[in-house]
């Protein structure tokens, strides 16, 4: 493993981490009711879908929302000349990957919700396993969305430093880094 690669995936783990242990506990939480027959998991679900529509919802827009500004964050960069060392551009595509996992997820969970389930005849014998696969979707987009926000938060402690009169700058690009040469362009 490169040294590009190797940076990446120390400054990632935390971030990653934390969501894993967010959707574990949510997952946990689910499991904790324990097994239940299709007339509750038909109730759970009708009573979990306004909040699910809105978690939906809102990982949508705030997904759209982080990859709008890791737009400009990177055209304004490229307009002004400024160049960022690797690890912000590592960053950033990490969280635009995690953040197109959320919108996925979230669009897929709010076409799920619409759907009128009781009014499927076909559904009604398997209500308690839609409400695990529902339970599923929703701790993973919450885990997806707690390392999305600790990434960006990481990424904005550096950012800060950088702009500090006294911080670091060890996101702006070195010119004189042995590493950026004309065989590594894309440093």
Known sequence: MDQRGTLASAELKGPLLGGVFSAVALFGMIFAVGRIGDF??????????????????????????????????????????????????????????????????????????????????????????????????????????????LMISSTLWGLIELAHPEGSDDLLHDHTDASHTEENPDL
Do not use: C, N
């Not at 559904?123 to 396993?129: A, N, R």
């Open 40 to 149: 509750e998991a038909l109730r759970i679900i009708a009573a979990a879908v306004p909040s699910t529509r809105f978690l939906a919802s809102t990982a949508i827009g705030a997904g759209v929302t982080i990859l709008a500004l890791l737009l400009t964050l990177i055209g304004l960069s490229l307009t002004l000349e400024i160049s960022f060392h690797v690890r912000l551009y590592q960053r950033a595509k990490a969280i635009t990957s995690l953040t197109v996992a959320a919108i996925v997820i979230g669009v897929a969970l709010l076409l799920a919700v619409t759907v009128p389930i009781r009014e499927v005849e076909e559904l009604s014998g398997i209500y308690d396993v839609l409400y695990y696969i529902l339970g599923v979707a929703v701790a993973t987009l919450g885990g997806l969305m707690v390392a999305i926000g």
